[in-house]
Every structure is written in C-alpha cells, then in structure tokens.
C-alpha cells in the first residue's frame, strides 16, 4: 500500500502534489483512496477484533469475570457493527478503488471528488460510534440488529450518536457505490464489452446495486428509530399503533441484501484467484455472472427468514423457507464452478491460493449451516443459539475476510512492487486456517446442545466448548497480527517482482508495472 | 487443506455420535413428536449436506492432489458445458423439493395450536416470566434463583447454574398446552430446547405455540432473543407432571393464592421487626432490583439511577412507595405493586433506606404501604 | 460532463429507496391487513353484522395485559365465551386505574391466530379510543363484537387479547376535555 510513497515519484510531472497528510486528505487519485480504504478497514479489523477478545475471555469460564452484562452487550453490538460496516465493507470498496479502474483500463473512478468524500466522512463515521462507549450510560448494547423497542424506549441517551454513526456510514457507502456503478458503466476501456468484464468487476456492479436499494432502507429503519426515541413517533411503539416486528422487518429488508453485498464481491476474488492458480480458464463465466444476479434478486425475498420465531402465518414460513432454500441453487453453482476450474488444471499453491481453497471448503460448510436454517421447523431451535453464531462467521470470516485476505496478497505485490514475506504469510494461513476452526467450528456444538447467543455467562454443560473456543479465539486474534507484520514489510521492501505477479494471471491490471504507477491507463487500452 | 479435510470428517463424525443419545453436542431429540419430528429432519438435512459435502470435497481434493503442477499436470483448455451446468442446476433442486416436503409437514403439524386443553399466558419482562394459567386464577412470577455469589465465583456453581427459578412453570403431560406469548416491555422469545417451541414474545401482540409433552420431568429453556443487559439471565423451567398430580398442584396452587391473601390482610396488624423487615428486604432487593440499581446500590451511571444517596430514597416516603408501587412509564422501573407482596415491598424499602450508608433508620411496615395503596382508592370514593 | 445523467438517476434512486422505506409502514399495514401477519384486527367501528350462521360455534376467549408500568387493572367479566359467526356478542370489561393520579389508558387489540384477526369485527370498543382515568377511578367498557360468517372453517378458536398502555407522558391529558365515555358505557 505504501507504494503510494514511492509512486510520488511517477506523477511529478502532473500537477504538484500536497506533501504529507494533505495529499492524503486532498487526495482524488484511485488507488491512494483504495489504499486509504483498505488502511481504515485493517484498522477496524483490529478495533472490532478487540472487543471480540473481550467478548471470548469473558465467555471463557462460566461465571461474571471481567466485564459487567451491561458492557458485554456493547461489545456484541459494537464488535458487531465495526466488522460489518468498519472492516468487511470498506476493505471490499478499497479493493473496488484500487483494482476496478486498472482491470477495465479506465484512469480514475469516475467521480474522484466524491471517491474523496466517501472515504474521509468514515472516520468521523467510527470515532462517533467508538467514543459513545465513552460516554456516561455506554455505546449501543442493543445488538447490532437494534431492534425496538430496545433500541427505543429502552435504551439510552446515546442512542443518537449510534444513528448519526450509521447515518454516516450510511451515507459513504452510496456514494462508494454510485461511483463504481458509474466507473463501470462509463469508462470501460473500448473493447471491454459486458461479457468480458473480469468477474470481480461484475459482482461488484451487482452488489453496488444491492447497496444503493438498501442503504437507504437502512437509512430510513434508523431515522425511525430516531424519531421514535425522541420525537414521540410511534412506528415500533404498540401503544401509539405501531408495531415492533414491522422493525425487524424493514432492518431485515435492509439486512438480506446487506449479507451478500459482503459475499458477492468475495465471489469475484475467488472467481479471480482459482484460474489463476489453476492454469485454466474459469469453467462458466456466463453461469457465474447470472447466478449472482439470481442471488442478488432472490436476496430481496427472504428477509423474513431472519424472523421466523416472531409469529407468522403458515403461509408466510412456508413461502420464506422456500425461498430461502432455492438460494442453494445459485450458491452450489457457484461451488462447482470453482472446483470444474480446478479439475484438470495445473494447480499450484501461493499463498492466495490456499486462501481462496480454504474459502471455497468453509465458505461451503457456512452454507450447508444456511441451508440447514432455511428448514423451518429446525429453524426454530437453531434460532438465535451459537448455532447461527457459528453459521454467519463461517460465511462472514472463512468466507469474506478470507477472500479479502486473498485478494490482498494476491495483489500486494501490484501495488507496492515487492514481494511479501511469503514464510510469514504461511504461518498467518496456516495459525489462521487452524484456529479460525477451534474458534467456530465448537460453536456448531454448543448452539444445538442449546447455548443462546448474546449471553454473557453460561450453564455448566457449555463450559468445556466455551474454554475451547476462546482459546481459537485469542489465536485467531494473535494470527492476525501476523498479517499487519506482511503488510507493513511488503509496503517498506522486499524483492521485487515483475508486471505479471503470477504467471498464471490475466487481465489488464498485469499489463501495467509493478509497483503499478500513479496514474494508469491515461490512454485507453485496446482490448482485444 | 488436510486440515480443511480433518474438520469436515469430525464434524460427520462428532454429529453421527450425536444421532445415538441425547447428547451435548447435538440437537435435543426432546420429549414432543414435533420436538423428534423436528430432530429427524435435523438430522436428515445434516446427512444430505455431509454427502454432497463429501462428494464436493472428494472432487476437489482429487484434483488438488492429482492436477498439481509440481506432478507435471498440464492445463487442459476445457470450459462452459451447457449440459454439466444443468444437471448441477437441476439435481439440487431436486434435493431440495424432497427436503421440503417433510419440512411443510412438520410446519403445518407446529402451527396447529387449536383445541388445547390448557391455556398458560406466558409473559416476558425485563428479566423474568409471568405464568397465568388462563381460566384457573393462577399466576405467579418465576425469577432465576441461582445465587449472585455462584455469578461471582464466590459460591461453587450448582448443577443448574442459571438454568433455575424460583417457582417452575407446572403442566401436565399427555395434554395440548397452549401458550399465548407477549411482553411487558422489550421482546423476548420462550424457548424450550426438549419442546421445540420457540417464540417471540412482542409487547402489544399475542403470539401461540403449544405443545405436548409425553414424559414426566424438569425440562429447561433460556430467553432467545437479545431482551437487555440480564438477557442471559431469565431462564425457564418447565415441571411436566401426571395429570392427576397437575390438577393436584393446580388446586394446592389456587389454596395457596388465597392463603397468601389472607396472611397479607394478617399483617396489617402486626409490627415486624427492623431485622426481619432487613431480611425480606435484602432477599428481595438482590432478586429483583439488583439487576438493573447494582447489589452495591450504586446503579449504572445514565442507565439506572443509584439508590445509593439517592434523594428519593432517603427523602419522603410517600413518592419512595408510589413509584415502587406504580413505576414509572417509559422506563425499564416497572409497577412492583403488581408483583411483590405487602410484605416484601414494606422489606426492600426498608432495606433501601437503611443500607450503603443511607441511614434514615426508618422502618417500614405492611401496613403503611397497605395505607398507601387504600389511600389512592379512598380518593375516589 | 458525461457522467451527470447516470449520477442522478443513480443519487434519485438512493432517495427514493429512503422514501421507499417509510412507504413500507403504511404497505406493512395493508400486507397485515390481506394476511394477517401480525394479528392486529382492526381499529374502525365494523358495519352491523348482515346474518348468523347457525352451523358452527366458534370460542372466542379474552386476555387482558398491563404493561409493567400502567397501573391500571383490566379484567374481561368472562374468560370465555361461545358464539355463532355473525352473532353479535357484548363482553363486559372492568377497569381500574390503581394509582394515585389522573392517567391516560391506551388498549391494543391483538388476535390469535393472526390470520383470525380480519374476521373479528367490533362495534364497539374502548380500544377505539384513548380513555382518561380520574385517580383511582373504576370503569367499565363494553365491547360489541361478532365474528364473521366468512371465518375459516379451520379457526375454531381464537384469542382477543389487549395489552394496556399508560399514555399520560405522551398525550397531554385534560381529564375534563378527554372523551372518557366515547365507545364505552
């Protein structure tokens, strides 16, 4: 990423740059916002790990240890919140800054001010959230679902600084969303017509669809809790006619979507990784690009499934469970196609590589727990146990941050032109690969055998598993560090490496040099 | 991804154990046909998901360990096959339509709760359940009864730590029993694991489950869904009897109401003492207020108000018993007058003013919370 | 510049989607409405009932809940009763208000099963509007109901519950302005 120090060379030409912190808060060029992104996301990974280790060393015997309920429920609700709006989404949107542009041999995204504005509103976006715990009474200890009259009635004075802070986020990721949307649809390099579009392009053209449908949905479910709060509406209140589950049903509107556009993009990188790797060609470009709109479209149908324990007609579970199981269809294509690439290549295993294997196999264990909770009548005990717990970090940290893992060693050696330290990154797959299991896999276990989640303290028969799972937990946590190590000595040196990484690789983004220069593509490339 | 491959086969192997007994680390079968219906088609989806899983795998790793590189594997150039493509379509989705079969059944079997032969409304508050057994005049509150000190390591844990009450909510086996959920402030959800029933309980609407249970026991549940700060710490216990030792204990329980009654009006005439009152009072504080106002009495600062010094507490008696009484709207401080006894508030009230260095030294009777409740009749009259 | 046209159809669907999200409070309220789906019968004074249908009995039971802090005590005079669809019914109801000071009651009607709830008509209701206590004053409602001859032959039982609210804070209460009588005896 610090290649933007070193590429302060190539542009001198241009224009002259602000030095310092300056350029970076000035700064309208794609890949500094990319790198800023994917700063800011590392950042909050971070943040947001550290409150899960609070979390797991209080879970880690039975018994009131270190933290009082009260604060447990903050670091739920904001460890939370920081992963899914702090560290899977804007890693995914740097990843968008840096490499859309370069795989459609565009310049610039195409709004560079904007691109500017969406980046740097965030920060203020997390230090509202973050010093709310701060303040008297606490941060947000609702969940990160916030469901009234929870999130109402019943929650504190600073519950206007949580809505600010999604309001904000809120605001960033339209915007993110806006510019890719026009960046792809209008600087496509000549030549690069719909149907060769890398796929990492088009499932972020899908999933910035997804974003601009619900953000403001979201937008809107927290303005209403806002008003009823403190400007005496009633639309989650039953005393003045409102209706609490009408809340869980916008949120999850909102919340359905908001799950895939943190694995679409995922899908891209995989689908970007695995030919690579492979020798090969991707076996079904088409059947990839319309099993993620199906996904896409069908992910606007089954938002109720988050909700069936609220009480609701036969006829409304059963068309929601359908619904929700028909989304095996796309998913398991998408599963095949990835291992018919594999099959008669020639296989080899850097370090993106192992990544995006480790992906597909737990990606799809968190998909057969998906499946498992589409049936109804078992939904009813899965629901809000740690069997969930289990199913969504499968699919939200084997699944996402791995392929954000994946996608970031694959091209850090593009953006900063060396080689990262490939012994070290090893140790980070393996400790990460064996620990993020000791960490999850238990909670399969404890959530059938009946521990429910968000509790800060437990029943003697969980114990055993709870001990396990925090120590996977503190190591998965230390692993990580390890990747901070990677990047920072790939940014500073290394050796250095050619434009085409991997021999394997293709797409414009191999074509330019590496470290790839300040500004490419000035001219269009032609592509064939 | 040896790894990968050893996680995927414990898991096949770690559940199939679970298939043989009732274990730790599986679902419980539980003790209702849906509760088994639903372990079966548990099980079976699980079964399904492990053979395609395992035939995915398979296909993987052959080629992860056979098309190597380093083996001398060459690339080969194929890609897009309409026909493989629709059969990996197609077969899942037959999969599917089987599995939802028994799916739909079961649903339609669990959301039959017409005819009952009993009816319990089961109420959620911040952080306990309210029982009335509907059409018998029975109801009572059943609040966690394990020990702060067990919390707080200071007391070896119980065999039922945090899963037990004080008073279990009682039903009969071999009968329909259906339960009308709601709440008194935030959502909850009543889950029973060995019923397989699980539903919100939303303030302002009623929401039906039942069940019926075929053996005898203590069967144990926890609040599902994220209620506050002691969300962890309202559990539920269900007693499932003989019918004739239900309707036994229905009755006793009916005796007992009047009797409570009675021994209230009893009260009236006598004088407790400081020591006795301080007793009541010490036991009913940490049962019901020391959740939200702290055992220290120190509260949480913006959230819940300290005792500790507090103006109210140590200030006029008249607002003190009001708003113990009555609550106060539009905040977690419920109405006590309708949960605790003359008795018991007279004791936590005199604990109040008389503990963590508030030191009024008044002592409070029944009678004169008794005075205050007539009091607020008396004025319309 | 080239990219204005798609910028604001892009920036116009975000606020439209914002708009669309607001417009989901009253659709949710028609879709509960078709399907039942969260059992909120509803809150107009129903049209009188057209016949009786002398085929079937339908038990139409009553529950009362008072939020923690209403202190008002709300009790139907019968737990249960039996009716014929399309037989109009009167339920009396005994309130209280138990404390000390003029309070404001809302009741929310709720139906179990859900579905059953588009087939309860009520005539009159005190759940139709807010009711105003004097301290310590006792009333008493009646409800007027009967359920519809269209009820689906499935329901053979269903639950009229209200849940009872305190709200004095929010609603300004003039005891001698309040409609403390409207809808009730």
Known sequence: MSTLVDSQDHNHDQHHTPKGFKRWLYTTNHKDIGSLYLIFSLTMFIVGGAMAMVIRAELFQPGLQLVDPHFFNQMTTVHGLIMVFGAVMPAFTGLANWMIPMMIGAPDMAL???????????PFAFSILLMSLFMEGGGPAFGWTFYAPLSTTYSNDNTALFVFAVHIMGISSIMGAINVIVTIVNLRAPGMTWMKLPLFVWTWLITAFLLIAVMPVLAGAVTMVLTDKYFGTSFFDAAGGGDPVMFQHIFWFFGHPEVYIMILPAFGIISTIVPTFSRKKLFGYASMVYATSSIALLSFVVWAHHMFTTGMPLAGELFFMYAT???SVPTGVKVFNWVATMWRGSITFEIPMLFSIAFIVLFTLGGFSGLMLAITPADFQYHDTYFVVAHFHYVLVTGAVFSIMAGAYYWLPKWTGHMFNITLAKWHFWLSLVSV?????PMHFVGLAGMPRRIPDYALQFADFN??????????????????????KCARGGESVPDKVWEG?????????????????STPPEVK | MKACHAVVSLFALLMSFGATSNSDYNMRKGVTDISQNVYQLHMTIFLICCVIGVIVFAVMFWALIHHRKSKGAIAAQFHESTKVEILWTAIPFIILVVMAIPATKTLIAMEDASKADLTIKVTGSQWKWHYEYMGHDVDFYSVLSTPREQMNDLEEKGEHYLLEVDKALVIPTGKKVRFLMTSDDVIHSWWVPDFAVKKDANPGFINEAWTNVNEAGIYRGQCAELCGKDHGFMPIVVDARAPEEFELWLAEAQIEKQQQAEASAALLDKTLSKEELMAVGEQVYMGYCAACHQPTGLGLPGVFPAMKGSALVQGDLKPHIDILLNGRPGTAMQAFGK????????????YKRNSWGNDTGEVIQPSQIQAEIDATKEKEQ | MEHDALLKKLLLSAVAMFAFAFALVPLYDVFCDVTGLNGKPSMEVAEQSQKVLNSRMVDVSFTTHAQQSAPFAVKSQQYMVQVKPGEMTEVTFFAQNLSGSARVMQAVPSVSPGKAAKYLHKMACFCFDKQAFAPSEQLEFKLLFYVDTELPADVKELTLSYTVFDISDSV??????ATVNSGAS
């Open chain 1, 437 to 441: 299991n000791i960490l999850f896999f």
């Open chain 1, 505 to 521: 690789a293709e797409g414009l983004e191999w074509e330019v040099a590496s470290p790839a220069p300040y500004h490419t593509f």
């Open chain 1, 467 to 488: 001990a396990i799972i925090s120590i996977g937990g503190f190591a998965f946590g230390l692993s990580q560090l390890l990747f901070v190590v990677v990047v920072y």
């Open chain 1, 325 to 327: 199981m028909l989304i």
């Open chain 3, 172 to 177: 300004q209460a003039n005891i001698n302005a």
């Open chain 1, 112 to 122: 560079p001010r904007m691109n500017n504005w969406s980046f740097w509103i965030l």
């Open chain 2, 339 to 350: 949960q605790l006894s003359i008795k018991q508030i007279a004791g936590v009230i005199t």
